[in-house]
């Protein structure tokens, strides 16, 4: 097969890809009576990149998973950090009061007080959200 090509090489009949295909079987051939042809033809003929592969390679998205572990430990710190906080606060703003004194929550109360609570965890897990977003 190279002796073939090298004929027809020699001779100007080889279309682009025939020396190309021939450089390549040079490149692969390490018998010694090739070298001067592969010293000859292998420089004209140099072996490109697959263009095509890094065309693909750089159009997929890049640090995808990452940005979804990023969210996720975001949201459990996020999580975390407003229990604890709810707990500190329930533990150090009760002051000790007398049972006589103490009175019960109305429906309403109760119901204000919970979308307060979760007011404030919609804003907490929207400003970590928000730097997760600056940091990229």
Same mark, same amino acid.
């Given at each position: 097969?190279?002796? /073939? ?11 682009? $890809?025939?020396?190309?295909?021939? @450089?390549?079987?040079?490149?692969? =051939?390490?018998?010694? #009576?090739?070298?001067?042809? #592969?010293?000859? *033809?292998?420089?004209? =003929? ?7 592969? !890094? ?14 572990? !990023?969210?996720? %430990?975001?949201?459990? @710190?996020?999580? %975390?950090?407003?229990?604890? /906080?709810?707990? +500190? *606060? ?6 000790? %009061?007398?049972?006589? !004194?103490?009175?019960?929550?109305? +429906? $309403? $109360?109760?119901? $204000? ?5 979760? !007011? ?6 929207? #400003? ?6 600056? /940091?990229?």
């Amino acid at each position: 097969m190279i002796d /073939l090509l090298l004929y027809k090489y020699y001779n100007g009949e080889t279309s682009k $890809e025939e020396e190309s295909q021939l @450089a390549e079987l040079l490149r692969n =051939n390490s018998d010694p #009576r090739y070298e001067a042809d #592969r010293r000859l *033809i292998c420089p004209l =003929n140099p072996k490109l990149p697959d263009f095509g592969a !890094m065309a693909d390679k750089a159009s997929k998205p890049r640090f995808q998973l990452s940005r979804r572990i !990023m969210r996720y %430990v975001a949201s459990v @710190a996020v999580v %975390v950090a407003f229990g604890a /906080l709810v707990m +500190v *606060i329930s533990n150090n703003s009760q002051p000790a %009061v007398d049972n006589t !004194m103490a009175h019960e929550m109305t +429906v $309403e $109360e109760a119901t $204000e007080q919970a979308e307060m609570a979760f !007011m404030l965890f919609s804003t907490a897990i929207n #400003r970590g959200y928000e730097q997760i977003e600056n /940091l990229q």
